[in-house]
């Protein structure tokens, strides 16, 4: 079992940049593709982006692509999601997620473990 937690969410300015971190602890998440979701209020949540197990290949959602970059460091059993221009549409809370594969998913059904989440909140 792969436990993770979430860090680095924050109340910024619109155009603002922050990096949330999800820490994995248990056994090796190396092989495991991952992702991040998000859930603003009254919403449902969403997918934001993806990586594969080897870092690789990515994957986003349009909402986000070019501002926000996803990565991972499999020595130090975390995955990152950098987010530049931030906008007041990205405001959620943000949660990490560890996919059955190795490549990357878009669908919450591909998850099987998943963080408590970060609150981010973007100020206009």
Do not use: H
């Not at 860090?7 to 602890?25: E, N, P, T």
């Not at 992702?35 to 982006?49: D, H, L, M, T, Y």
């Not at 080897?54 to 994957?59: C, K, P, S, W």
């Not at 549409?89 to 591909?110: H, K, L, N, P």
């Amino acid at each position: 079992q792969v436990q993770l937690v979430e860090s680095g969410g924050g109340l910024v300015q619109v155009g603002d940049s922050l990096r949330l971190s999800c820490a994995a602890s248990g056994r090796s998440f190396s092989m495991d593709g991952m992702g991040w979701f998000r859930q603003a209020p009254g919403k449902e949540r969403e997918f934001v982006a993806a990586i594969n197990w080897d870092g690789r290949a990515t994957y986003y959602a349009d909402s986000v692509k070019g501002r926000f970059t996803i990565s991972r460091d499999n020595a130090k059993n975390t995955v990152y999601l950098q987010m530049n221009s931030l906008k007041p549409e990205d405001t959620a809370v943000y949660y990490c997620a560890g996919s059955r594969y190795s490549g990357y998913r878009q669908y919450e059904y591909d998850y099987l473990y998943w963080g408590q989440g970060t609150q981010v909140t973007v100020s206009s």
